[in-house]
């Protein structure tokens, strides 16, 4: 994976802060009952963002109304502390809500990658190929055509991942795990989980251009 | 598009894509600008671009916050 050559370009000086944004910093970065005041008005804001958020996401999850509240309550709570923990973090580069925001959706995340666990939805034994022509949209209609693609996909995935590689594809392609869930189950980040899936996805194309099943000319950027 | 195309679509990667670290730490500057000029967000962050393609959580995080900040500009 390549590093964005904008990113550094995008930092700014706390000197181009907003008037609201510099409000922000100097009373949560104060003391006393303004402080209190400013903590209790981000948190009221970190809520309504987290209880949108999920209300967002609910209808693909498995939660109910009281668990969706639950989940919001905690992720606005957990934000409040990051925000607060990383204030001099805050480069300025956005409006400091939009910053603090961003600490709820990803709280939010996070929560519900752990309550995936609680009640999966998916059988996660064994490995569930059959699955796999509906989820890429194969027609039935036509399985003489797909057929022989998804067996050397098969063969791709068996002889050209590592073990983690093919645990990782099993449980996200095959068992459609989060991948947040399985960050939690495997005890590491979503980019750990990302990179593992980026690097098999490049094995998995070579080896089906190599064999024909995939024209190198449609997206030759891999 | 059928199963060929989007099995190509899921397995194709992009050399741009930054990364799941690196497009969540710059998603609220992308986000402020996607919100503004999704066109402008795509030319200037051509690596968080790429990654959003690719990775469902991300996207689901950056759909959050643009909701997030496009609720915001309603109050």
């Known amino acids: ?222 | 598009m059928n199963g060929w195309d989007e099995l190509d679509r899921f397995l194709s990667t992009d050399p741009r894509d930054v990364g799941c670290e690196k497009a969540m730490d710059l998603l609220h500057v992308y986000v402020e600008l996607a919100a503004r000029d999704p066109e402008a967000a795509r030319r200037r962050h051509p690596g968080i671009t790429a990654h959003l393609r690719a990775c469902g959580p991300c996207q689901e995080d950056f759909e959050g916050l643009l909701a997030a900040v496009s609720d915001a500009i309603d109050y």
């Open chain 1, 1 to 222: 994976m390549a590093g964005d050559r904008d990113i550094g370009g995008a930092q700014a000086t706390h000197a181009s802060l907003d008037a609201e944004s510099a409000e922000w910093l100097r009373t949560l970065g104060g003391t006393g009952a303004e402080r209190e005041a400013a903590l209790e008005r981000l948190h009221a804001i970190l809520l309504r963002v987290a209880g949108n958020e999920v209300r967002r996401r609910a209808p693909r999850l498995r939660l109910s109304g009281p668990e969706l509240d639950d989940v919001a309550h905690q992720a606005a709570a957990d934000a409040l502390l990051a925000v607060t923990a990383k204030l001099d973090q805050f480069r300025g580069e956005s409006r400091f809500t939009t910053w603090a925001y961003k600490f709820a959706v990803l709280e939010v995340s996070a929560k519900l990658g752990r309550h995936f666990w609680r009640d999966p939805g998916v059988p996660l034994e064994g490995e569930d190929w059959e699955r796999l022509p509906d989820r890429f949209g194969f027609d039935p209609a036509e399985r003489s055509e797909w057929r022989d693609l998804l067996a050397a996909l098969r063969r791709a995935v068996d002889e050209e991942l590592t073990e983690r590689q093919r645990r990782i594809f099993d449980a996200i392609v095959l068992k459609g795990v989060p991948g947040d869930a399985l960050a939690v189950e495997l005890g590491t980040n979503r980019n750990a989980i990302y990179k593992a899936m980026f690097d098999a996805r490049r094995k998995l194309r070579a080896a089906l251009v190599a064999q024909g099943f995939l024209d190198i000319g449609i997206r030759g950027r891999s």
